[in-house]
């Protein structure tokens, strides 16, 4: 049995997240509404971790890698309210993310796993 490959993806979301109640659900709903059921379960995009107000870590299955990315860059409404999702980096492990990310100085606030 293969093990699955995953990507990690570093996310700036404008504007702040703070004004939506239930992020992990509209960000999968707004996703799946943006690039359909097939491709959304190839990808498996799930939250992991919220850095600070305006950027998360999001994980992702490698062959849906690039369908997460394009709804990222698509979808444009979330929750009612208009924002906009920049992919800043991705990796393969989440320790070369959080040390790029700890070049900013901005400490993690909250794990979801």
Known sequence: ?????RRY??????????????????????????I?????????????QVMDGTHFILKVDLEGYEDSVL??????????KECAFYTLRSSGTLKALRAYFGEFGIDTVRKRE
């Open 71 to 80: 709804s990222l860059t698509m979808l444009k409404r979330l929750a009612g």
């Open 9 to 34: 993806i570093i996310v700036e979301c404008l504007p702040d997240l703070a004004y939506i109640k239930d992020f992990d659900r509209e960000l999968a709903g707004g996703m799946l509404s943006v």
């Open 36 to 48: 359909g059921q097939i491709r959304f379960h190839k990808s498996n995009p799930r939250v992991i």
């Open 1 to 5: 049995m293969m093990r699955t490959k």
